[in-house]
C-alpha cells in the first residue's frame, strides 16, 4: 500500500529558505561559528543573492530603477566593508517584509482556489430516458440534468421534476437549506440535500453564477491606483538621491560605513508598501461587506465621489411585484377576492399573475379552487370559470372591452395607487366588477437610511428612473431623494451623468439591468447588484454588489475614504522616516546594523497601520451590522 503525505500549503521553497536564513541571522547574532564559518552567510547567500540577481535583470532587461537595486548595494557594500551581520540583517528582513507582501495578494488567489473548487467537474445528463455523466462544461442549454441527494448543481437551471431543498450558502449566505419546486431557479455550485430532481440547463458552464464569480474576483488589480503610480515613480527617484547622497557623503567624510548607511536607510520600502498594503486590506474588507471591487484604483475614484446616482427597481426595491391593496366593491369580502383572483391566475404565466398567486400562498392556509375554461387575453388579462362563474381579472382595458363600468369613486381609489407607481388587476364577476388589487415593486426596508447615510457622507443621491413623474416623486419624497429625473430611456441616464460630469460632479452609478449597462460604464464609478443584476450590467460595472444590500453602501463609500487617508498617512510617514534616517546617517548616528532595524520597522509599521483597514466599521451605517461575506460567500471571506 502507498501513502502519499500532504505538506501544508505554507510549506515551500521560499518559507524554507527564509526559515533557515533565520537560523543563520540567530547563530550570527549569538556569535557561533563552526570551525571559524560565520553562519551570517547562510543569510546573505539564501536571503540576499535573490535579490540581488532579481535586481540585476529588472536592470539589465527593462533599466528598471527600483528599490532592490539600492539593497543590493547595500548588501554588497556592507560584505566588503565587513559587517556581514548588517548585510544579514538586511537581507533577512527584506525577505519578510516581500514574504508579507505575497501573503496579503495571495489571499485573492486563494479565493479564487476555493470557488473553483466549488464548481462541479460533472453533470449527470438524461437524454433518452438514459443516465449519462459527462463533464460539466459540456452540458448545454436545454440538456435535462439529474441531480442526486448530496451532489452540486452543475449548471444553472430550472427544476422540472421533482423537489428538494438547496444549501444556498455558497451564493447568498442563507444557513437553512431552501425549499425548491418545479419552475424554481438553481444555481450552479450550490448543494442538493435532500430529494432527488430534474432541471433543464439555461445557461453553460461559462456563464454560471459560480464562474461568473470566479471571472470577477479573477478581475481584481489592487495595484493600479493612481496614487500606486506616484508613489513607485517616488520610489525611482529616492534610488537616484540615495546613490549621490551616498556618494557625496563618503567624498566629505571619508567614511565608507555611513554612505552605507545612507543605502540601508534610503531604500524606499515603506514608500512602495504604503498604497497597495492599504488598497489590498480596503479590497479584503469591502469583500466581507458583499463588495467585489474589480481594480483597486476604484477604491481611489469611489473616495472621491460626490454624486450617486440610483436606478430605482431592483436597487432602491426589491425589483419583483407584490400585492399592495385589495379592495372589494362588490359583494365579497376583501380575502374571498383575493382567494379568487389567485384560483383564476394560476395558470397564468404573466408577472403580475404569478405574483399574486405567490402572495396568496405565503400568507395563507385556504386552497385555491379549480379553474376551468381558462383563457389568456394578451396585452389586457385572462379570464376563467370557477364554481360555475365567469371571472375577468386584468388591466382597464379588457374592462372596457368587456364593458364593465368603473364607478368615479373607485377610479379616484385606484387613481391614488397608480400616482404612487402601483398596477391595477381588476377583477370581475359576470360581467360585474367586483374589486381590484394593487401590486407594487416594494421599496426596500434600508432604502431610506442609506439615502440619508450617504448624504451624511457628503455624496448627492439622484433618482434616475424610468417610471413617471409622479411615480418617481412618490418613491423619491419617501427616500428623501430631492434631484429627480423620471421618463429615463438608457441613453438619458448616460447623457444625466455626462452633464454631471460637466459641472466637474465625481459620479457613482449603482443599477442592475442591462438598461443600467451604459450608464454604468459612462459614471465614474459603477455599482451593480449581483444577485439579481443581469449579467451585461455586472460585466459593464467596477464593483458588484454580491449579496445585493445596497444597506452597506455608506460602509463602502466611507471605506474608500478611510483607505485614501491610510494611505496618505503611510505616504508621509514613510518620507519622514527615511529624512530622519538619512540625516542621522550621514552625520553617522547610525550605523549599517541599526540603520536596517530603522528601514524595515518602518516597513511593518507601513503594513500594520494598512491591516487596521481590514477590521474597519463605519459605525454610521444605522446599526445595521455587516454581511459577512464569511457568511454569505464563505469562499470569498479571505481575500
Known sequence: MKFTKSWPEWVNRDNIMLFLGGVGVVLSLLDITLYGFDFAWITIVLCGLPIIIGAAQALWEDFDVKADLLVSLALIAAVIIGETFAATEVAFIMQVGSML?????????????????????????????????????????????????????????????????????????ESLPVDKMVGDDVSSGTVNQFGAFDMRATKQGEDSSIQRMIKLVQSVDPGNANIVGIADRWATWIVVIALLAAICTYIVTGEIIRSVTILVVFCPCALVLATPAAIMAGISNASHHGFLVRRGNIMERLAEVTTMTFDKTGTLTYGVPTVSGIESVGALSNESL?????????????????????GYRENHTDALSDVSDFKMIPGKGLSATINGQRVIAGNETLMNVESIAVSESVAERINRYLDQGSSIVYVAVNGVLEGYLALADKVRDESRAVIDELDNIGVTPVLLTGDNQNTAKTIASRLHISHVVANCLPEDKM??????????????????????????????????????????????????????????????????????????????????????????????TLNPVVGALVHNAGSLLVVANSALLLKWTYKGVNNYGAYELSQNMPQLAKI
Open 338 to 358: 383575493y382567494n379568487l383572483v389567485a384560483s383564476a391566475e394560476q395558470r397564468s404565466e404573466h408577472p403580475l399573475g404569478k405574483a399574486i398567486v405567490k
Open 495 to 588: 447623457s444625466h451623468i455626462e452633464e454631471l460630469q460637466a459641472k466637474k460632479e465625481v459620479v457613482a452609478m449603482i443599477g442592475d439591468g442591462v438598461n443600467d449597462a451604459p450608464a454604468l460604464k459612462k459614471s465614474d464609478v459603477g455599482i451593480a447588484m449581483g444577485g439579481i443584476g443581469s449579467d451585461v450590467a455586472v460585466d459593464a460595472a467596477d464593483i458588484v454588489l454580491v449579496n445585493d444590500a445596497v444597506k452597506e453602501l455608506p460602509h463602502m463609500v466611507a471605506l474608500s475614504k478611510r483607505t485614501m487617508k491610510t494611505i496618505k498617512i503611510n505616504l508621509a510617514f514613510s518620507l519622514i522616516l527615511n529624512f530622519v534616517a538619512i540625516v542621522l546617517a550621514i552625520v553617522g
Open 101 to 173: 507582501e505575497e501573503m496579503t495578494v495571495s489571499k485573492a488567489q486563494a479565493g479564487i482556489e476555493r470557488l473553483v473548487k466549488l464548481t462541479p467537474t460533472t453533470a449527470r445528463v438524461v437524454r433518452n430516458n438514459q443516465e449519462e455523466v459527462i463533464p460539466a462544461e459540456h452540458v448545454e442549454v436545454g440538456d435535462i440534468i439529474r441531480v442526486l441527494p448530496g451532489e452540486s448543481i452543475p449548471v444553472d437551471g430550472v427544476i422540472t421534476v421533482g423537489e428538494t431543498a438547496i444549501d444556498q450558502s455558497v451564493m447568498t449566505g
